[in-house]
């Protein structure tokens, strides 16, 4: 993170519960004040209490990060309060998945609004002042869906492959004000994100459920490695080594890698193969 000589401060975007919880929690144990940004806010009280046990400071404010003038508002908000931010999550999220033409627009707009116009309004709120002082860091929470794109999860992967590409240009584009970006591209683990999920298919819910029980990451572990890459300025967090090599098949050979995706899927074996996979933690 670009270094400043003023107190901690982290402005957290989804921070009521799963990993944005464990973000707050993890920077409180580092003496920041945290805004509990959410629409939850009962959700939100309870992530305070908890970062105030953990050694930190902060308050919750409530914000729908699909509206942009409430998105300025927070930011207003907080650089008025506490004078400069040195940190930024956009955390924010929703899941709708489902087959492209089954899935109702009013899906593909809700992901959308929350899952990439939602950041994009967050950069563009905070982006200038934090250009003013000279000095912070962005977070942007993606998912390893942005690069490695399953079927029937349509809406899901274009929201985080832009959270991606987003991030991606912002990180030479802010190099010249000492603010640092990093972007999140965890694979399945343990979080409530299905509990407001929609799908038009069953299959990719039950395979999400099983990635999820066999996940060896947890939302506090993906938020302590998301720490350490922001004290070292790293660009990208892949939590799972198994999403990070998947990855890297990916790039020597695209075409080649979603050919073999399009021949098990019409050989009907897409589906047990990424259970099995996901039963050892490997999705």
């Known amino acids: 993170m670009g270094r400043v000589d003023f107190e ?21 144990k580092r ?8 629409i939850d806010m009962e959700g939100a009280e309870q ?3 908890q970062v105030e046990r953990a050694g930190g400071s902060g308050e919750v404010y409530r914000c729908d990060v699909r509206k942009l003038e409430e998105v300025q508002q927070m930011a207003d908000h907080f650089f008025e309060k506490w004078g400069k931010i040195s940190l930024l999550v956009n955390n924010a999220g929703v899941a709708d998945v489902g087959m492209v033409g089954d899935v109702p627009i009013e899906d593909w707009e809700r992901q959308i609004a929350t899952n990439l116009w939602g950041y994009i309004y967050g950069c563009h709120s905070f982006i200038p002042r934090m250009k003013e002082q000279r000095a912070g860091h ?16 349509g809406p ?9 590409a987003l991030s991606e240009t912002l990180k030479p584009e802010l190099a010249p004000f000492n603010i640092g970006v990093t972007v999140v591209c965890p694979s399945f683990l343990r979080t409530n994100l299905l509990n407001t999920s929609s ?10 459920d099983i990635c999820m029980e066999g996940a060896t990451v947890t939302a ?3 938020a302590e490695a998301t720490v350490k890459a922001v004290d070292k300025n790293k660009l990208y967090v892949f939590p799972q080594i198994f999403a990070k090599i998947t990855w890297i098949d990916k790039r020597m ?10 021949f098990l899927n019409k050989k009907g074996w897409d589906e047990p193969l990424l259970k099995a996979l996901g039963k050892h933690g490997m999705v």
């Open 156 to 164: 899901y992967n274009v929201a985080k492959a832009g959270i991606i």
């Open 220 to 222: 506090d572990s993906l």
């Open 253 to 262: 050979s695209p075409a080649l890698f979603y050919s073999v995706f399009a």
């Open 199 to 208: 799908s038009t298919d069953t299959w990719i819910l039950d395979v999400a």
């Open 8 to 28: 901690k401060t982290a402005v957290i975007t989804g921070a009521a519960s799963g990993i944005g919880r464990a973000y707050a929690l993890a920077w409180a």
């Open 31 to 38: 003496r920041f004040k945290v805004g509990i940004a959410d």
């Open 47 to 49: 992530t305070l209490k």
């Open 138 to 153: 962005i977070v942007n929470t993606a998912s390893s869906a942005g690069l490695i794109t399953l079927r029937s999860m």
